[in-house]
């Protein structure tokens, strides 16, 4: 569990942060999310002192992180940013073992280790793991920035805008990884956004900064059902966020017995694991009020309509 | 008045300032060359016992005139024959030159220039030639090199839009590119002036006149008074050369920022 | 398969081929020191060696016109020095004889020209072959060694500058001495520069406090260093014959190594906070998240990543120090300058050449081991 306890940094004249207080859970995906400048990133480099706060502290697992030199923290907090920053000077190999070398592992210990994070990451050993950074793809290098931050097993990962710099695509199968591993690990991680597609896509918890302060700290749901006034509303999108609202859940939520409709060959078919919002759009698309739902195996497990659709996406 | 004087000196202020550089090794060089018997008291010391203080044979003023007369004249013709070379080079004709001329410039470097005034007596024969044609040669590296450097950082967008709006080959090469690399062009002019201020120096071991005479009169009658004037006048003269320059060009790439 | 025309080749071509109607090959002079007279090129043609290397030049010029493999040109045009270099050797025996013993045999324009040209077409074939920049250096290096093989082996013992070489018993001595002055400041001026140049690139006051001052060190000139350090040294010397006993006296070697020193600053100050400055913030900030500490960054981040731009300031101190060395010979300070300027003096054109070849050649060397490191050490890190 971390906690951020009245969390102040002062630039000079400039309030980057003030007084932020917030609490993520074990285990959990908590985004920090506004516009540029408004404090997020200074948040952030405040949990593993890259910054000094002014006033306030950060709790990790009850411990103040004051009471613990800055190096030895950051070696057990993972830490992924959006220029990846992978050394150009040395192997993938070579990059993901920088933090296991710093804490002194053995050249096994290492060695397996990273054997463990390119498999983790879906990437070949042999392909990999003796090339040079500026010879990988942008997705590529940022995998190797995941699994590099990875490498000590940290409990906690910070993520300064990690996807930021690459194409949709990309983007949208690395989030999908992230949040696989993410499961998987068990670990915490924090991250950095201004895409409010991508906080909702990953994380538990939204906050939500601006001016350096906190407005809203909440699950994805209740920040789309109940956002505050201002800034908040804004940026999840007044009309769209029906549309995230119904991105949030899985088909399977709303399926119905087959037998309440009268389908026919002509019927359009849905797959059981896509969003409430891809059924929308398919419903749309293909002028049908009601789409047979399959599932893995092709086979028909039931049927949604689009006035369960209308009842779920109301805000209140 | 008041209101006059505060408007009239932060200008007036501004501009010395901005000309120290140039204006302290002038004013200093000036004194040297016109009142350097005024030093007689203070250079006693440095002379060995019944030897004159100050340098006789030739005046200051002639000789700070014949070694800026070898150092503009050589110069003068290197950045003719540098830009003009350069500009061939980098045409799309001269392309079978350019990796040659990219690495001669490159190798140049490291050619020192005492060895390149060294065979040019061979060449000619003592006295002011072979440092004329030293200088000459040595100065055309920086000047090419920097030329090729500066016309090829201008970015092919800028041309292309040149093109774009019909200016002709010549056109593009006068009216952009040229501007362009014009503050780097001049770095390569100032960098070969410094060194052929030095270089002609050294010139006064082959007979060259020029300011070394009085350092190398020095160095042969172990009289430290001469080999400090000449000294300071010589390393005043590139001071005010590389402020003078140096000026040029931030006036220059000031014009292109703005 | 149609032939193209490469013009660089063709102008090169008409150059020797102008260059050998044109220019003496050699010179025949009464003595050492009086000018001679060019060797006309058909008494040289009827000596055998002459013979074999133009039959050899003919082809090589014809196939540096076309656009042939390069690594063909390179080899013919190597060939060519070579052959060049044997038949002025072999060659000079018959030429001599019938002239006073005090006559002398020197190369001439003719030569230095075609070792030009034939040193231009090299380069630009040795450029198009794209090798890898250690084999490049072993190539030349290779190369080189094979030339003065030849000449070690008596082979140019009848011309003049080999005469000359002959009557300096400390040749090499004198190139261990130019040696250890270049490169003798540049160790405490990277002692000194390094941590300077950090400095700079941390803290910009700093940076606008030291280079101006460096810079203007920079512009004076070397013989006005020289003599302008001559002046305190010596009246310390003067004062302190304790000083003097250890060899810091205003004439000799200190005032060129303190000048040296001097010099060096500049280039190695402002390459190293210059490839400091590139450094990628985003692989800092990385480095430091991960938690390195301070020193661990400077030793496996930044030092290696800034290395080739550090580098390339050394590539210029060395080559600048190697010439500078030369100017120290006038006042006293040894190396090849002594040979330069007791040439100068003595008005023996062979003797300065005995001084400026190896200085170039020093200057050059040290250049292509340099541009090997650097770019040994950029492959990776690019």
């Not at chain 3, 402002?270 to 661990?296: E, H, I, K, W």
Request: aromatic share 6%; hydrophobic share 50%; net charge neutral.
């Amino acid at each position: 569990m971390i906690e951020l306890q009245g969390l102040t940094r002062v630039f000079g004249e400039r309030t980057a942060v003030d007084n932020l207080n917030l609490r993520v859970e074990s285990g959990q995906i908590c985004a920090l999310i506004g516009t540029s400048g408004c404090g997020k990133s200074t948040t952030l480099k405040m949990i593993n002192r890259l910054i000094e706060p002014t006033s306030g502290t950060v709790l990790i697992n009850g411990e103040d992180i004051r009471n613990q030199q800055p190096e030895q923290l950051r070696r057990r907090i993972g830490y992924a940013i959006q220029g990846i920053g992978l050394f150009p000077h040395r192997s993938v190999y070579d990059n993901i073992a920088t933090v296991p070398r710093l804490l002194n592992w053995s050249s096994e210990q290492v060695d397996q280790r990273v054997h463990e994070l390119l498999d983790l990451l879906k990437m070949d050993f042999d392909t990999f793991a003796h090339q040079y950074p500026h010879r990988l793809s942008g997705g590529e290098q940022q995998r190797i920035g995941v699994a590099r931050a990875l490498a000590a097993r940290p409990e906690l990962m910070l993520m300064d805008e990690p996807f930021g710099a690459l194409d949709p695509l990309t983007r949208e199968r690395l989030q999908g990884e992230l949040k696989q591993i993410q499961r998987m690990l068990g670990i915490t991680i924090i991250l950095v956004t201004h895409d409010i597609e991508e906080a909702i896509r990953l994380a538990d918890q939204i906050a939500v900064m601006d001016g350096g302060k906190l407005l809203q700290a909440a699950s994805p749901r209740e920040l789309l059902r109940n956002p505050r006034e201002g800034f908040v509303s804004q940026l999840v999108g007044g009309e769209e966020r029906a549309l995230r609202l119904l991105s949030l859940s899985p088909i399977a939520d709303l399926v119905q017995p087959t037998e309440l409709f009268e389908l026919n060959e002509d019927t359009p078919s849905i797959d059981a694991h896509l969003t409430l919002r891809d059924a929308l759009a398919r419903q749309l698309w293909q002028r049908s009020p009601v789409l047979r739902v399959v599932d893995a195996n092709g086979a028909t497990c039931g049927a949604i309509s689009v006035q369960e659709l209308l009842s779920a996406g109301g805000g209140n | 008045m008041p209101a006059l004087a505060a408007t009239a000196t932060p200008n007036a202020f501004r501009f010395l300032l901005a000309w120290r550089g140039v204006l302290i090794p002038l004013l200093l060089l000036l004194y040297l060359a016109l009142f350097t018997s005024t030093l007689t008291p203070l250079l006693q010391s440095l002379t060995p016992v019944g030897a004159p203080v100050i340098y006789i044979r030739d005046s200051f003023i002639n000789l700070i005139g014949w070694h800026l007369l070898l150092v503009v004249l050589s110069i003068a013709a290197a950045s003719l024959i540098a830009i003009t070379a350069a500009i061939l080079v980098s045409r799309p004709s001269g392309a079978d030159f350019l990796p040659l001329a990219r690495s001669l410039a490159n190798l140049g470097q490291t050619l020192p220039p005492v060895a390149v005034l060294a065979l040019a007596v061979p060449a000619v024969g003592f006295g002011s030639w072979p440092a004329l044609i030293a200088l000459f040669l040595y100065g055309l590296l920086p000047i090419f090199e920097n030329t090729l450097a500066g016309l090829s950082q201008v970015r092919p967008e800028i041309k292309e839009a040149a093109k774009g709006i019909g200016m002709g080959p010549m056109q593009v090469l006068w009216r952009v590119e040229l501007p362009l690399a014009l503050p780097v062009i001049i770095t390569g002019v100032r960098l070969s002036v410094i060194i052929s201020i030095g270089t002609a120096t050294i010139g006064s071991t082959v007979a060259a006149k020029g300011l070394g005479e009085v350092i190398i009169a020095g160095l042969l009658t172990d009289n430290l008074s001469f080999i400090l004037q000449g000294g300071v006048i010589v390393a005043l003269m590139a001071m005010l050369f590389d402020a003078l320059f140096q000026r040029i060009e931030s006036c220059l790439s000031l014009g292109q920022n703005s | 398969m149609p032939f193209r025309i490469d013009r660089l080749g063709l102008t090169l071509a008409v150059a020797v081929a102008l260059v050998l109607v044109l220019l003496p090959l050699l010179n025949l002079q009464p003595n050492r020191i009086l000018p001679g007279s060019g060797v006309p090129l058909g008494e040289l043609i009827a000596q055998p060696g002459a013979q074999r290397f133009i039959l050899l030049m003919i082809p090589t010029a014809i196939l540096v016109c076309l656009r042939v493999h390069p690594a063909l040109k390179l080899g013919l045009s190597a060939l060519s020095l070579l052959v060049l270099i044997y038949a002025l050797g072999s060659d000079s025996d018959a030429l001599l004889a019938g002239s006073s013993g005090f006559a002398r045999l020197a190369l001439g324009s003719g030569f230095w020209a075609l070792l030009l040209l034939l040193g231009l077409m090299m380069t630009d074939a040795l450029i198009k072959l794209e090798l890898g920049a250690l084999l490049r250096l072993l190539l030349i290096v290779g190369y080189l060694a094979a030339l003065f093989a030849l000449l070690a082996n008596g082979l140019w013992d009848r011309l003049s500058l080999m005469l000359e070489y002959h009557n300096q018993p400390t040749f090499w001595q004198q190139g261990v001495r130019h040696l250890l002055l270049a490169l003798g400041s540049i160790l405490p001026a990277l002692i000194v520069g390094v941590p300077l140049g950090i400095r700079c690139h941390r803290s910009p006051r700093v940076r606008a406090a030291l280079i101006p001052v460096l810079s203007l060190l920079q512009t004076i000139p070397s013989l006005a260093m020289f003599g302008l350090l001559m002046i305190p040294l010596s009246l310390l010397a003067l004062s302190f014959p304790l000083l003097a006993e250890f060899g810091i006296r205003g004439i000799g070697v200190a005032p060129a190594v303190l000048a040296l020193f001097l010099y060096s600053l500049l280039p190695i100050v402002s390459n190293t906070a210059a490839g400091f400055d590139g450094l990628d913030p985003a692989v800092l900030q990385a480095a430091r998240g991960m938690g390195m500490s301070r020193r661990q960054m400077l030793w496996q981040i930044e030092l290696p990543l800034a290395l080739p731009v550090m580098l390339s300031g050394l590539r210029i101190v060395v080559t600048m120090n190697i010439g500078l060395v030369a100017v120290a010979g006038l006042i006293g300070g040894g190396g090849y300058g002594t040979y330069i300027f007791q040439g100068l003096g003595q008005t023996a054109t062979d003797l300065v050449l005995l001084g400026t070849l190896p200085t170039i050649l020093l200057a050059f060397l040290a250049a292509l081991l340099i541009d090997t490191l650097i770019a040994m050490t950029q492959r990776e890190a690019r």
